[in-house]
């Protein structure tokens, strides 16, 4: 018999988005389909997990007002991320670091990589190639730091799989944090929401306080988010010693007893992330349209992926309509 927990409507607690969703959704669909049929590697597994990621639907929550060609380019950016993270989650410590470097070069030059006689780089390659038109020059140096952390990371995390597994050393909440927040996909994707808004904010601003401290809720609401919605996918996965339910749990500071002391004890952080995020947006100076439309463009992403991860497959957070209206996770 299933137990069940309670896990409250993050979105309600969040700010409007400048748009519901993407009307690209459908087209996008359709043709990730055929581009994901059209690849000779794939077999029928490879292919029924690439659609039931359904990475569209989270390109057309986080990006409601862009183009079709950009947002092709988020789902091959995010198809490429899900692929290194799925690689290095079972590498060994060398491979991972491998892989990772792997990954970068094929960002770097695409070209090339088409070439190359391994999968994972003519994979990695053909999917980078997809972003170009969107990741232009402007944005291209803070695209690739942004995959190096989230390279790197996925690579800090095997070391960390075989330091807990050998050594038996638990995470504890602040040794997680910095690294995972390495590990989410948030920065690159918020390179994706200057680039497709079109916005021109100065390297100067960003590194302003305020809009660092911004960037730095929108990832904690990534992280927690993602932690307490895809908790039941990496259960099944064997997946949970790098999920913040899972360190809450094991680390005596947080005193959670149970998984639903920890879920509540999430929910908490991800309310308290919220009220910084907006603490700061209120202090972004109205002479700077442009930071204010990036604000914007943050709110869109940050509740547009925790949309995606209530609706996807991948997730199945809830197994009927009942239990997403009641809020009820069975495990």
Not at 139 to 155: E, G, I, L, W
Not at 172 to 197: C, E
Not at 244 to 255: E, F, G, K, R, V
Request: proline share 4%.
């Amino acid at each position: 018999m299933s137990r069940t927990y309670r896990i409250p409507d993050l979105v309600a607690r969040c700010p409007r988005k400048t748009h519901p969703i993407n009307d690209n959704l459908v087209k996008l669909e359709e043709e990730h389909n055929q581009w994901i049929d059209s690849i000779p590697s794939f077999g029928e597994r490879e292919r029924a997990g690439c659609k039931s990621g359904q990475i569209p639907l989270f390109a057309s929550c986080c990006y409601p007002t862009a183009d079709l060609e950009a947002l092709h380019a988020v789902v091959a950016h995010m198809n490429a991320l899900i692929i290194l993270d799925h690689a290095n989650d079972t590498a060994s410590i060398e491979e991972a670091e491998k892989n990772a470097t792997l990954f970068l070069s094929a960002f770097d030059d695409p070209s090339t990589g088409l070439a190359s006689p391994y999968k994972f780089v003519k994979l990695i390659s053909s999917l980078a190639s997809r972003t170009t038109a969107v990741i232009s020059e402007a944005h291209k140096a803070d695209c690739r730091q942004a995959n190096t952390a989230f390279a790197r990371a996925t690579a800090q995390e095997a070391l960390d799989r075989q330091t807990t597994e050998v050594d038996n050393v638990k995470l504890t909440f602040n040794t997680y944090i910095p690294t995972r927040r390495k590990s989410v996909a948030a920065p690159v994707f918020l390179v994706y929401a200057r680039a497709i808004n079109g916005l021109k904010v100065s390297p100067e601003l960003l590194d302003d306080t305020i809009v660092k401290a911004l960037e730095l809720a929108v990832i904690d609401i990534f992280i927690i988010s993602n932690d307490i919605l895809s908790y039941k996918k990496e259960l099944k996965g064997e997946g949970v010693v790098h999920n913040l339910l899972t360190i809450l749990m094991q680390d005596p500071s947080t005193a959670c007893l149970d998984l639903q002391h920890a879920i509540d004890y999430a929910v908490n952080l991800f309310n308290q992330t919220l009220d910084r995020f907006t603490e700061y947006r209120s202090k972004l100076t109205r002479g700077e349209p442009q930071l204010q439309a990036y604000a914007n463009a943050m709110v869109d992403l940050f509740v547009g992926v925790i949309e995606w991860q209530l609706a996807s497959t991948r997730y199945n957070v809830f197994e009927s309509d009942e239990d997403r209206f009641n809020g009820i996770m069975r495990l």
